[in-house]
């Protein structure tokens, strides 16, 4: 499962929070209410995250392996 506990993390650490996220760069509330419930979200917004927070994809998201992954 990919877990976004970290982008919580980096985003208490920087300026920013889900308040200018929303307001400043126009991200939709969906998109965090998708991170703060480790549901999917697109590349793109993983890149505006990265490019928001000046931060490597690292400091976003990470995989946790997990039972429930999808059997290949």
Not at 1 to 23: D, N, V
Not at 28 to 48: E, G, M, P, W, Y
Not at 54 to 71: F, G, L, T, W
Request: charged residues 20%; glycine residues 2%.
């Amino acid at each position: 499962m990919i877990s976004y506990g970290p982008f919580w993390q980096t985003l208490r650490a920087s300026k920013e929070s889900t308040y200018t996220l929303i307001k400043d760069h126009h991200l939709s509330s969906a998109t965090i209410d998708k991170l703060r419930h480790n549901k999917s979200v697109t590349t793109t917004t993983l890149n505006d995250l990265c490019r928001i927070l000046n931060c490597p994809i690292e400091a976003i998201a990470e995989y946790i392996p997990s039972d429930d992954d999808q059997m290949l």
